[in-house]
């Protein structure tokens, strides 16, 4: 069984603090990580893909990937209040089907 | 450039009864998947549709069932509605590519709920 483990949370963290989602996934042969964000009511959007080993940068958010320990992480740096969202970590291998794992709630404290 | 869309956005059903939820790609996307997403939980794979044919499944009844139009539209049909399949049904579009760089882009969900 393919899974993808998430911290529930609620992480909390104060405005303008880095806030840090992290995720580890079980098969050895995944290929491509996703980050989406979801808010309450709405659905999922993407926020960052992954593909390589080592950090991806896209304006205040980081993803890293680190294939040998299975693990996947989100940096949003300067947090918002508009950045409280659960955020989705979803794994593919190949063409296959995306495995996400429950999701991560982060409120940012203003 | 018009997003993926859905419709309904919600419905409400009582047990037993069939549903039907439509879908219609991001312009440029060939590939529909479909997703239930339960409260609190991440979504979960129901099918993927391409070149109107369903290309992997995932593990839901046979009462799931869906169809791909030359358009790339797409359907999800629900038979014998059952309480548990109350949820966010999420529509998710993607250009076909092979290998891991196949991106999904999700629309804005039909809600269920099953009384």
């Known amino acids: 069984q393919k899974e993808v483990e998430q911290n529930s949370g609620p992480l909390s963290v104060p405005e303008g603090a880095i806030a840090s989602l992290n995720c580890t996934y079980s098969?050895?042969?995944?290929?491509?990580f996703f980050w989406y964000r979801q808010y309450s009511g709405k659905s999922p959007e993407l926020i960052m893909s992954i593909y390589s080993n080592g950090d991806k940068e896209d304006g205040r958010f980081t993803a890293q990937l680190n294939k040998a320990s299975q693990y996947v992480s989100l940096l949003i740096r300067d947090s918002q209040p508009s950045d409280s969202a659960t955020y989705l970590c979803a794994v593919k291998s190949g063409n296959e089907k995306l495995t996400f794992g429950t999701g991560t709630r982060l409120t940012i404290i203003p | 450039d018009a997003g993926v869309t859905q419709s309904p956005t919600h419905l409400i059903k009582t047990r037993g009864q069939q549903v039907t939820l439509r879908c219609s790609p991001k312009?440029?996307?060939?590939?529909v998947s479909w997703y239930q997403q339960a409260l609190g939980q991440g979504p979960q794979f129901i099918f993927q549709?391409?070149?109107?044919?369903?290309?992997q499944r995932g593990n839901f009844p046979d009462r799931f069932s869906g169809h791909q139009f030359p358009n790339y539209s797409s359907e999800l049909n629900v038979n014998a509605l059952l309480l548990g399949d109350s949820a966010l049904y999420l529509c998710?579009?993607?250009?076909?590519?092979?290998?891991?760089?196949?991106?999904?882009?999700f629309g804005p969900g039909t809600r269920l709920l099953v009384l």
């Open positions: 098969d050895r042969v995944s290929q491509s």
């Open positions: 549709y391409y070149e109107e044919e369903e290309r």
């Open positions: 312009s440029g996307h060939d590939t």
């Open positions: 998710a579009s993607s250009f076909w590519v092979a290998g891991p760089q196949e991106t999904q882009y």
